[in-house]
């Protein structure tokens, strides 16, 4: 998968417009699936192969963003078959103090893939970015996902406006 080109990605505005990011236009897109999952696109089908996809979650968090994210690798640990972190590092995400996470794991199909976070606290609200595709597509994949990833804006609660 190539980067769009210009005009093709798409700004989504979620979360009464504290959360925005672009997404590629051609790939399916849910809004608000079900409780904290703010939006879920998915690439266009590929017969037999993994469809890579983005996870919006926006969630309230009363924690730190430091014990929030102890606490989730410890989930997803617990929970992903042959769970393998491989790099975490503090960044910027979306504007605010944030945490990366890359790591792998085995799908119910016996698929390895790969996942990249991006997590941040802002105002008792958590955001996480997820982007999650086939660890042998990753690196064809790697400028979309960093371009996604860097379009990611998140605003103070109550600070939307239609827009981020």
Known sequence: ?????????????????????LVPDAWETVRSPHDGVELV????EQEGLFRANLVLT???VAMSLRDWQIGT?????????DYVPLDAERL????????????TYATEDNCSVTVEQLSTVVAGVGVTLTATTSTL???????????VFSSLVVAPPGA?????
């Not at 696109?41 to 266009?44: A, R």
């Not at 910027?92 to 790591?103: D, E, S």
């Open 1 to 21: 998968m190539s980067l769009p080109a210009p005009g093709d990605p798409r700004r989504e505005v979620v979360a009464d417009g504290a959360v925005s990011l």
């Open 41 to 44: 696109s998915v690439e266009p």
């Open 58 to 60: 926006v969630t309230a």
């Open 73 to 81: 690798e410890s989930y997803l640990a617990a929970h992903l078959a």
């Open 137 to 147: 597509a990753w690196a064809a994949q790697a400028e979309l996902l960093a371009h």
């Open 92 to 103: 910027a995400v979306g504007g605010r103090p944030g945490l990366r996470r890359l790591a």
């Open 160 to 164: 939307g406006r239609g827009t981020a």
